[in-house]
T-cell receptor, first 114, second 118 residues
Framework: DGGITQSPKYLFRKEGQNVTLSCEQN?????MYWYRQDPGQGLRLIYY???????QKGDIAEGYSVSREKKESFPLTVTSAQKNPTAFYLC?????????????FGDGTRLSIL | GENVEQHPSTLSVQEGDSAVIKCTYS??????FPWYKQELGKRPQLIID?????GEKKDQRIAVTLNKTAKHFSLHITETQPEDSAVYFC?????????????????FGQGTRLTINP
């Protein structure tokens, strides 16, 4: 069964701590994305990757970092520099080539501050 | 860059009535407009999308219309049912100029919380 898997579902961060959110897909999609969703707001793009070993900053990249060492995986690290990390984080993927294609989302990770 | 405005932020309709959600976009080069439905605590799910080469698309009780001149697009849900209650997001993006620049940046609206009253 193809899809996008995010883990963990819930995550708590202590002051000064870096935490990493996992995103894995078996859809054979080239492009992957990370979004942040705050209550009552839309999705804002943090980082995106078109292909392995390549990624670009989105609209709110400060305090976050990513890597794309494998096609299937696009982990997001929330660093201690992100002063307001409490949010719902969504990973998505899409087919890279051709005309605009739909983005498919994972179930999300809810991050909170301890 | 692209900016997408979505209205209304909340919408309450009686079961069986129709619901309409509207979005406007700023970048005339945008050519792809998906709509997502998000139930509480769950992932956004694509319900319908439209590309700029068509003005309307329908899928059972759901339809989307696009007015490129006015730069707005709308979601229409007919014969609403309780399970239609959710937050709906519109989005817009444009195809990259070069074929290898395939990753698209979707810009989302702020969302509309739709409540269907029995």
């Amino acid at each position: 069964d193809g899809g996008i898997t995010q883990s963990p579902k819930y995550l708590f961060r202590k002051e000064g701590q870096n935490v990493t959110l996992s995103c894995e897909q078996n859809l054979n999609h080239d492009a992957m994305y990370w979004y942040r969703q705050d209550p009552g707001q839309g999705l804002r793009l943090i980082y995106y990757s078109q292909i392995v070993n390549d990624f670009q900053k989105g609209d709110i990249a400060e305090g976050y970092s990513v890597s794309r060492e494998k096609k299937e995986s696009f982990p997001l690290t929330v660093t201690s520099a992100q002063k307001n990390p409490t949010a719902f984080y969504l990973c998505a993927s899409s087919i890279r080539e051709g005309s605009n294609q739909p983005q498919h989302f994972g179930d999300g990770t809810r991050l909170s501050i301890l | 860059g692209e900016n997408v405005e979505q209205h209304p932020s909340t919408l309450s309709v009686q079961e069986g009535d129709s619901a309409v959600i509207k979005c406007t976009y700023s970048d005339s080069a945008s050519n792809y407009f998906p709509w997502y439905k998000q139930e509480l605590g769950k992932r956004p799910q694509l319900i319908i999308d439209i590309r700029s080469n068509v003005g309307e698309k329908k899928d059972q009780r759901i339809a989307v219309t696009l007015n490129k001149t006015a730069k707005h697009f709308s979601l229409h849900i007919t014969e609403t049912q309780p399970e239609d209650s959710a937050v709906y997001f519109c989005a817009a993006s444009k195809r990259r100029a070069l074929i290898f620049q395939g990753a698209q940046k979707l810009v989302f609206g702020q969302g509309t919380r739709l409540t269907i009253n029995p």
